[in-house]
């Protein structure tokens, strides 16, 4: 597709169940990168991939979270052990590079219960 | 602490008018900075950025200006639609270690009146 899709675009999972959020690229987007975004707030930095090599980690909020993109474009965000807190829009995004504007997905709402 | 600031959280505009959304950073290490828009129910949209190493950055309607003594940048849109009615996030990024992750502040809610 043109844009980048991400599935499911609501989930509602109860509290401590595992997820796990899809995020499909732009084709030939080498970068990937998620974002968490809580109400009333701008997206917070989760993790970031270029191509399957995953750069930058450090904003997984704890270990339940992790985040693979092994083949270079689909990439999926795990939630284990789902929190209330967790609560949130999941958001991925996509660039052909590490200086250019995002082009993001419509992101994931997670509500958890 | 947060390192990018939109202090303003809503702005109202008459259509026609100028609209200016301003941003203000704490880290010298950002050098790009970058304007998203944000409509209800969707993902943000880029829609304009400047590097450190420019003062202006112009793109039909949007015009980003950045200081870089005041860590101060503002996007201005002229003339205001109500078609441009959105939450608007400034962002910024570095080109060193962290090179592609944007902060973002908190957005501020733009509504152009007809």
């Known amino acids: 597709g043109a844009g980048v899709s991400q599935s499911p675009r609501y989930k509602v999972a109860k509290r401590g169940q595992d997820v796990a959020l899809r995020c499909d690229p732009i084709?030939?987007?080498?970068?990937l990168f998620w974002y968490q975004q809580a109400l009333g707030q701008g997206p917070e930095f989760l993790t970031y991939?270029?191509?399957?090599?995953?750069?930058?980690k450090s904003g997984l909020p704890s270990d339940r979270f992790f985040a693979e993109r092994p083949e270079g474009s689909v990439s999926t965000l795990k939630i284990q052990r789902t929190q209330q807190e967790d609560s949130a829009v999941y958001l991925c995004?996509?660039?052909?590079?590490?200086?250019?504007?995002?082009?993001f997905g419509s992101g994931t709402r997670l509500t958890v219960v | 602490d947060q390192q990018v600031k939109q202090n303003s959280p809503s702005l109202s505009v008459q259509e026609g008018r100028i609209s200016i959304l301003n941003c203000d950073y704490t880290?010298?290490?950002?050098?790009?900075f970058l304007w998203y828009k944000k409509y209800p129910a969707e993902g943000p949209t880029f829609l304009i950025s400047i590097s450190s190493i420019k003062d202006k950055n112009e793109d039909g309607r949007f015009t980003v200006f950045l200081n870089k003594s005041a860590k101060h940048l503002s996007l201005h849109i002229v003339p205001s639609q109500p078609g441009d009615s959105a939450v608007y996030f400034c962002a910024a990024s570095g080109f060193e270690a962290n090179a592609g992750k944007s902060t973002f502040g908190d957005g501020t809610t733009l509504t152009v009146k007809p």
């Open positions: 991939f270029q191509n399957e090599a995953q750069l930058d």
């Open positions: 880290n010298s290490m950002f050098d790009y």
């Open positions: 084709s030939g987007h080498v970068s």
């Open positions: 995004a996509s660039s052909p590079g590490t200086v250019y504007g995002y082009t």
